[in-house]
């Protein structure tokens, strides 16, 4: 089956604690992403990666590194947790075809509740 | 930069037709969006359009208009399960493949 698979669900931390947030694909989409969902605010991303070993930036990366070692595995790094990242997190991957993304379809994990304390 | 506006919440009656209307602004735009999301799950995708027009797929339809920074998603028959969030996105090229998303508006669909 074609999915998203993103580790953990659920996870409740402290602040400082250095986490990570696995995502991994099935698909072989070269283009893979990382969301935050914040009520009222939306989907922000956060990072992406075109393919890999290349990744840049999104609208709020502050806080957050990344890594594209391999096609199929995006994980997000939270170095120090803070309470204001404490937030519903998506990673999702596209295939894609130059300037576009392909299609537009977007395939989403089914998100990491993350609470920071 | 890239602006997205949508309605934050809609109401509807079972079996009626629905409009969602957004705009946005984006730089080197390369297609338009729509996702649905359920409470507490992932986004799904409906549409995309790209150039001017509709785009109809069964009870759903996408409509784009690029002069005017203009698209909604149109539901027809509605059922209940249709209640969930609809989430506008546009993409474009500006540092990259971007894809911004709206808000998101919250259909409530009533018997």
């Known amino acids: 089956e074609a999915q998203v698979t993103q580790n953990p669900r659920y996870l409740i931390t402290v602040t400082g604690k250095k986490l990570t947030v696995t995502c991994s694909q099935n698909m072989n989409h070269e283009y893979m992403s990382w969301y935050r969902q914040d009520p009222g605010l939306g989907l922000r991303q956060i990072y992406y990666?075109?393919?890999?070993?290349?990744?840049d930036k999104g609208d709020v990366p502050e806080g957050y590194k990344v890594s594209r070692k391999e096609k199929r595995n995006f994980p997000l790094i939270l170095e120090s947790p803070s309470p204001n990242q404490t937030s519903l997190y998506f990673c999702a991957s596209s295939l894609t075809s130059g300037r576009a993304l392909g299609t537009g379809e977007l395939f989403f994990g089914e998100g990491s509740r993350l609470t920071v304390l | 930069g890239q602006n997205i506006d949508q309605p934050t919440e809609m109401t509807a009656t079972e079996g009626a037709i629905v409009q969602i209307n957004c705009t946005y602004q984006?730089?080197?735009?390369?297609?338009l969006f729509w996702y649905q999301q359920h409470a507490g799950e992932a986004p799904t995708f409906l549409s995309y359009?790209?150039?001017?027009g509709l785009e109809e797929k069964g009870r759903f339809s996408s409509f784009l208009s690029r002069s005017k920074g203009y698209s909604y998603l149109l539901l027809k028959e509605l059922q209940m399960k249709d209640s969930a969030s609809y989430l506008c996105a546009a993409g474009g090229t500006g540092g990259g493949n971007k894809l911004t998303f709206g808000t998101g508006t919250q259909l409530k669909v009533e018997l």
């Open positions: 984006t730089s080197g735009f390369n297609g």
């Open positions: 990666s075109m393919n890999v070993e290349v990744t």
């Open positions: 359009n790209v150039l001017d």
